[in-house]
């Protein structure tokens, strides 16, 4: 019995030992046949070192060839991530902060900003971490020099972006930054390193696939200590895209201007010296008077012939030179502290992402839609009688005792009652600003039609309520108010509890005179303005003009491109049209007279002479060298405080061979005909000559002990925003 078992044992065994080397055998076999190709690339790869070189990036334009984005070849230190203790690596956190500690003297930078940098988890775990950007070479060559001492330590050739007219036109370059958490899959699926700087904003982001270019590598021979042997391929980078905007740099900064320096006069005037509706002064607390009124605002110049968008200002702004700086993060977020506060919000392009009220300035619309929809009997001669205050005819008495029946307009004259303007027509509406005519239009022509969106279907057909299409990011579409638009804001409880979540003919009364829930940009408004202007097409705005073949040479002249040997690759700014309304004469040139009137004169005389809106401002405006037609618009504000008031105003021109269509938005800063409208002249005022624009100067260094995030810059001669100004709201 005992042969027996050690007889299955050694049995037993032999067949495990046979198991073991047919399993080996074949192991064998797979490597030397099967796997062999990929083990000998490992092998080689173990013996080679490949380097991605990054291209330089495409150039930057306004529409003379002037830089607004270049680039310096720098030199920047890196350090391996085995020298600092990353994953599979002997060194300890000691180790590394005495490496730091060692390095901040030479780089004159903390060790804490070398641990964030360590910590971000930003850069790439394939490549050398990025230490210091543009260190001079004695220092990339002592550090090299003496890497017994700083082990890991290495230098890089690259390039850093320069805006060498900032701020100018900030919000519409933008600026570079790391790769964002969110975005890493994206670009890694696209080839980039997580070590590369990518467009966050402007055109930067909006053209970045156009603008990085394709990377080059060198691979490199090496032995087991890393040293190299030979250079065994090389593949040089292709340079980026250039890029000419149809931005015209002249108009851009004239536009900031006068947009800063208006609203530093609104924060005065309008909060300080304030007055009720009763004409008492209301002055706040000095300290609301300094920092809270006329916070921000937004200018909009474009050729209405084309959708090419010549000037986009936003205030407040920014110096797109701080992201690439190198201050520290306790710095950044001094310059740019995090905020709930819209009016205090930096980087925010308020010409394309305000969402506004705009007051009167959408009646032109609005006259549109009652035309067009053959609401008003007789057209263009239909005549209203103004009284001064309108009462809803749809809703019953007894309703209107607890819901708002009627509604009025301005206050007349600095007195105590509302304007009243007698027998108007359209035309006459829009050039005196009758809120009345227009509430009868937004009861009407919602009561009379069952309640259908009559009113929203038409004025959308102008681009409200939907995103223009612009070539800049995080523009928003706006919003045309309507059943099922309403309901949601109900329910997000962006309306106040208790709120109907049922569309009223009270909403589409305030809709009627730009109220209430309606939201839109001022390019959306621009672009409206633009399509009334040509005769119905609602063109795409672009702030691109032309992509270019990269390598744009420099000109003669310091600071331009030389435009005339650029090599045009795709162009940009083709008219697109987006819808084609062909406005009939019979709708469209009643309006444009209203808008004529706004600026000219005559009002109307019903006991006493009415003046427009807008004739007493453009008195000194050069109507016979460039004649245009316009609209101002207030959007009354919370508790119906004049500082709480914002001023809207749209402009163009009657000359086809100067196609311009200009819009301002100054928010809480009181009257359109105050505030926006003043902006709107200077800029047509330009664009006549008759107003000096300053040059269009290189920026001064960056001041990185400066507290703000823009220096201030102020018209040098402010004369062209002055002129009396209707009294009344609109």
């Known amino acids: 019995m005992a042969v027996d078992r050690r007889s299955t044992r050694l049995a037993s065994l032999g067949v495990v030992a046979l198991v073991l080397f047919a399993a080996l055998v074949m192991r064998m076999w797979?490597?030397?046949?099967?796997?062999?190709?990929?083990?000998?690339?490992?092998?080689?790869?173990?013996?080679?070192?490949?380097?991605?070189?990054?291209?330089?990036?495409?150039?930057?334009?306004?529409?003379?060839?002037r830089i607004m984005a270049d680039n310096e070849r720098i030199l920047t230190i890196t350090v391996a991530w085995e020298a600092m203790g990353s994953e599979g690596s002997v060194v300890d956190t000691k180790d590394r902060l005495e490496l730091f500690g060692r390095l901040s003297k030479v780089l004159d930078m903390s060790v804490s900003d070398m641990e964030e940098r360590f910590t971000s988890n930003k850069y790439s775990p394939l490549l050398p971490m990025p230490l210091a950007e543009g260190v001079s070479e004695e220092t990339a060559a002592y550090l090299i020099e003496r890497n017994e001492d700083f082990p890991?330590?290495?230098?890089?050739?690259?390039?850093?972006?320069?805006?060498?007219?900032?701020?100018?036109?900030?919000h519409v370059v933008g600026y570079l930054g790391s790769i964002t958490e969110n975005d890493v899959a994206q670009y890694l699926d696209v080839g980039y390193d997580l070590n590369e700087r990518v467009g966050q904003f402007g055109v930067e982001k909006i053209y970045e696939r156009y603008l990085r270019g394709k990377p080059g590598y060198v691979k490199y021979e090496i032995?087991?200590?890393g040293t190299i042997l030979k250079v065994v391929e090389r593949i040089e980078p292709i340079a980026g895209n250039d890029l000419q905007l149809a931005i015209d740099l002249d108009y851009q900064q004239y536009a900031e201007q006068a947009l800063e320096t208006q609203l530093l006069?609104?924060?005065?005037?309008?909060?300080?010296?304030?007055?009720?509706?009763?004409?008492?002064?209301?002055?706040?607390?000095f300290a609301e008077c300094e920092?809270?009124?006329?916070?921000?605002?937004?200018?909009?110049?474009?050729?209405?012939?084309?959708?090419?968008?010549?000037?986009?200002?936003?205030?407040?702004?920014?110096?797109n030179r701080w992201f690439n700086s190198g201050i520290s993060s306790d710095k950044f977020r001094e310059i740019f502290p995090k905020t709930d506060d819209p009016d205090k919000s930096l980087l925010v392009n308020r010409a394309i992402q305000g969402q506004y009220n705009l007051g009167s300035s959408f009646k032109p619309?609005?006259?549109?839609?009652?035309?067009?929809?053959?609401?008003?009997?007789?057209?263009?001669?239909?005549?209203?009688?103004?009284?001064?205050?309108y009462q809803l005819t749809s809703i019953d008495k007894e309703t209107c005792l607890v819901v708002k029946c009627i509604y009025r307009n301005a206050l007349c004259g600095g007195g105590n009652y509302a304007c009243r303007y007698g027998d108007v027509t359209v035309e006459d509406a829009l050039a005196v600003s009758s809120d009345t005519f227009f509430y009868k239009i937004g009861e009407e022509i919602f009561a009379q039609r069952g309640g259908q969106p009559i009113l929203q279907d038409e004025v959308r057909k102008f681009g409200f309520g939907s995103r223009t299409g612009i070539d800049l990011p995080f523009e928003t579409a706006g919003r045309v108010p309507d059943k099922e638009s309403k309901k949601k804001l109900v329910e997000d409880g962006a309306l106040m509890a208790g709120e109907s979540t049922d569309y009223l003919v009270g909403d589409n009364v305030q809709l009627a005179v730009g109220q209430g829930l309606l939201a839109a940009s001022p390019l959306q408004l621009a672009q409206a303005y633009g399509a009334l202007a040509n005769g119905g097409d609602v063109n795409r705005p672009l702030v691109g003009r032309a992509l270019l073949q990269p390598g744009t040479p420099n000109s003669d002249i310091v600071g331009y491109a030389d435009m005339g040997q650029a090599v045009v690759e795709t162009f940009l700014a083709n008219k697109d049209t987006i819808r084609s309304m062909n406005i009939p004469d019979e709708i469209r040139d009643?309006?444009?007279?209203?808008?004529?009137?706004?600026?000219?004169?005559?009002?109307v005389t019903f006991g006493s002479y009415h003046s427009t809106t807008g004739e007493r401002l453009f008195q000194s405006y050069p109507y016979d060298i460039l004649p245009i037609a316009g609209k101002t618009g207030t959007a009354q504000g919370r508790a119906a405080l004049p500082w709480n008031d914002s001023s809207a105003f749209g402009a163009f021109s009657l000359d086809p061979a100067q196609p311009i269509v200009v819009t301002a938005y100054l928010e809480k800063s009181g009257y359109g005909a105050k505030a926006a409208a003043p902006v709107v002249k200077c800029m047509f005022m330009a664009v006549a000559g008759v107003a000096k624009m300053g040059e269009v100067l290189p920026s001064n260094p960056l001041d990185i002990t400066a507290t703000v995030a823009a220096p201030q810059r102020l018209l040098s001669n402010k004369s062209c925003l002055s002129g009396s100004a209707y009294g009344g709201r609109d």
């Open 365 to 389: 619309f609005v006259a549109y839609a009652a035309l067009d929809s053959g609401q008003l009997v007789g057209g263009s001669e239909y005549e209203y009688p103004d009284r001064g205050s």
């Open 30 to 65: 797979f490597l030397q046949v099967v796997d062999a190709p990929a083990l000998e690339q490992r092998v080689q790869a173990n013996k080679t070192r490949t380097v991605k070189l990054l291209p330089e990036r495409g150039r930057i334009f306004d529409r003379e060839g």
């Open 152 to 170: 890991g330590i290495d230098f890089v050739a690259q390039w850093k972006r320069e805006y060498p007219l900032a701020p100018l036109a900030a």
């Open 291 to 319: 920092n809270l009124k006329s916070p921000a605002g937004s200018v909009v110049m474009m050729d209405y012939s084309t959708g090419e968008v010549l000037a986009l200002a936003s205030y407040p702004t920014f110096d």
């Open 590 to 603: 009643p309006i444009v007279r209203g808008l004529s009137r706004v600026i000219t004169g005559p009002g």
């Open 265 to 285: 006069v609104r924060r005065f005037v309008e909060t300080c010296q304030a007055k009720d509706s009763k004409q008492q002064v209301v002055k706040p607390q």
């Open 223 to 225: 032995d087991s200590r």
